[in-house]
């Protein structure tokens, strides 16, 4: 007779939905003597080791909040590097499939270098079919840029005459 194999005991208590904000990579590296750079290496590998346990226990989407849009007011080598730390990630799709792991981008990729769109799109493709995980990467968004996409459709809807003004809600927005 074959034994069932029960999950550990508290595993209906996991979220099924983890958020990480990757700050503090930075500092981290300054207190120890090494390159700000160094740091978002590290941080990347340390997200890797995160994601890997998360699928393992059972979590079913992970949401890392990578590069937002006051990360462009960086140094420009800080900036490239952290571009190349994304472009070593997406370009990884064996891992994509040995994880079972599905890939999604979220945010405005536009103003990024057109290989790393390219890399993003043949990512998300390559690793739809996936279902252990959902990993999101957040990249190029902010509050800020959240609020100001909104009012402009607001605003368009307004000048088209297609809303009133005086008709808008916080729903709306």
Known sequence: ??????????REFLPRHVG??????????????????????????????????????????????????????????????????????????????RENARLRVLGDPSPLPPDLREAIVKAQEGSKDNTAITVNIALNYGGRAEILHSVKALARECAAGALDPEAITEEDI
């Open 20 to 97: 990480i904000i990757m700050d503090g990579n930075g500092r981290w590296a300054k207190s120890r003597g090494l390159p700000r750079t160094a740091g978002h290496a590290a941080g990347a590998e340390t997200f890797r080791t995160i994601a890997t346990y998360c699928r393992e226990i059972g979590i079913k989407y992970l949401t890392v909040y990578a590069f937002s849009t006051e990360n462009w007011k960086r140094p420009q080598k800080e900036v490239n590097a952290l571009l190349e730390l994304l472009r070593r990630f997406l370009s990884n799709m064996e891992e994509y499939q």
């Open 1 to 10: 007779m074959q034994e069932t194999r029960k999950d550990p005991p508290g």
